[in-house]
């Protein structure tokens, strides 16, 4: 399967692509839906990864699209984000289990 990458931090395109993966760096919303449309429609692409930052701009526009698509759009953290993948972790756990924090 061919993954995509749609990000605005070069230094995750630079991380992706150092891996395989093929990208493009996005510099607004208006251009994200519009590359996203593109990549959703390349038969070659199996599946689209997009950063955060770029999701936040645009994100009701983003889910419609999400929910559109027969392929999978995977959200993920850019490197400048401070995402931290032990919180979320953490709060996925005690969602599911039922822990209130």
């Given at each position: 399967m061919k993954f995509f990458l749609?990000?605005?931090?070069v230094q995750s395109y630079i991380g992706f692509r150092l891996?395989?993966?093929?990208?493009?760096?996005?510099?607004?919303?208006?251009t994200f839906l519009k590359r996203l449309g593109e990549v959703c429609s390349d038969a070659s692409i199996g599946?689209?990864?997009v950063t955060d930052e770029l999701v936040n701009e645009?994100?009701?526009?983003?889910?419609k699209?999400?929910?559109?698509?027969?392929?999978?759009?995977?959200?993920?953290p850019a490197s400048n984000s401070?995402?931290?993948?032990?919180e979320s972790i953490d709060g996925y756990i005690n969602n599911v289990i039922g822990v209130e924090s």
């Open positions: 749609l990000t605005k931090d891996a395989g993966i093929d990208g493009k760096v996005i510099e607004d919303g208006a599946a689209i990864l645009s994100k009701e526009q983003f889910l699209i999400k929910a559109q698509k027969n392929k999978p759009i995977i959200e993920i401070g995402y931290s993948v032990k």
